[in-house]
């Protein structure tokens, strides 16, 4: 198996040519799948740990909710860039990290998401820049350093229905929401272009405000996610929260020069929907949002 994934790589490599645009029929065929188009012409890879059963005050995580790696790549003309998250156990970190820096990666986060989970969980966030099916071909050898199923994605045939009021939350978030896998997830863009190394980076590649809400009982649920804040939100989304009575589980960059200078704020949850999302969408108040 391996022989024969090592041809293929190879072959792909000579037809990818140095300076063309981007194949992406070729990066599809090293990822394992097809990738999401996304806004900016991103293409984003999805690895879900649903190997993982992860539990959190005594209720089972859902992949969808904050166990779900993923690697966005944009073609920049002459080269590809990549950047992702990769959520991995704490004895998968540095045969997986070893990987990436032989390959040319860059690791440029290493961090929790969740506090008391078990089994606990980091997420490793990576940047590389170069041709994509290298790039591609150095991802797929790290995550399988790593537990992560790489294998052909199952499609559900089960409609996308989820037990929340969404029509109420989208009404409190001011935001439409999606499900998926079980999970209601929203999306925030900042208003300011972010650059690094003076090129805008898009949202899409992983600089937007998650927030994904999973059902529990009686109208309850959990909810967790991250606000993309400049220094001067840090202070006054971190108060919102706690006032609200949700948890802040970690603060932390996941770039390395990006301008201006974003802060990942990491939460749980709790609650009531209502509430929670009462509590999200005084914190999304306090930050310079696309609207």
């Known amino acids: 198996m391996r022989r024969q994934f090592a041809s293929l790589i190879i072959a792909l490599m000579v037809t990818t040519q140095a300076g063309a645009a981007t194949n992406w029929t070729n990066v599809d065929k090293v990822m394992g799948r097809a990738g999401a188009v996304q806004a900016g012409e991103v ?20 992949p969808a909710l904050a166990l779900g790696s993923w690697l966005a790549f944009r073609d920049m003309g002459d080269r590809a860039e990549v950047m992702g998250d990769l959520v991995l156990t704490q004895e998968e970190v540095n045969p997986v990290l070893s990987r990436l820096l032989a390959g040319g990666l860059t690791i440029t986060a290493l961090h929790n998401h969740l506090l008391r989970s078990s089994p606990a969980t980091m997420y490793m966030h990576v940047h590389g820049e ?47 929401g999606k499900v998926a896998g079980g999970t209601y997830q929203f999306s925030f863009s900042r208003a300011e272009q972010i650059t690094e190394n ?94």
């Not at 201006?260 to 914190?283: E, I, K, V």
């Open 43 to 62: 293409h984003r890879y999805s690895f879900p740990r649903s190997d993982l059963a992860v539990t959190l005050d005594g209720i089972a995580i859902k």
């Open 130 to 176: 170069g041709d994509a099916v290298r790039l591609a071909t150095a991802l797929r050898q790290a995550l399988s350093a790593s537990r992560t199923p790489t294998g052909t994605p199952t499609t559900s045939t089960t409609p996308a229905v989820i037990s929340l009021n969404t029509r109420a939350l989208d009404g409190v978030l001011g935001a439409h």
């Open 198 to 291: 003076r090129m805008p980076v898009p949202a899409s590649l992983g600089l937007a405000t998650a927030i994904n809400f999973q059902p529990t009982t009686s109208g309850r649920a959990v909810a967790t996610g991250d606000f993309v804040m400049v220094g001067s939100e840090v202070t006054p989304v971190l108060t919102e929260l706690r006032n609200h009575g949700i948890e802040v589980t970690a603060l932390h960059n996941h770039l390395l020069g990006e301008q201006p200078r974003l802060f990942f704020m990491h939460f749980w949850g709790n609650d009531q929907a209502s509430r929670l999302a009462q509590g999200l969408r005084a914190a999304l108040d306090r930050m310079n949002l696309k609207r």
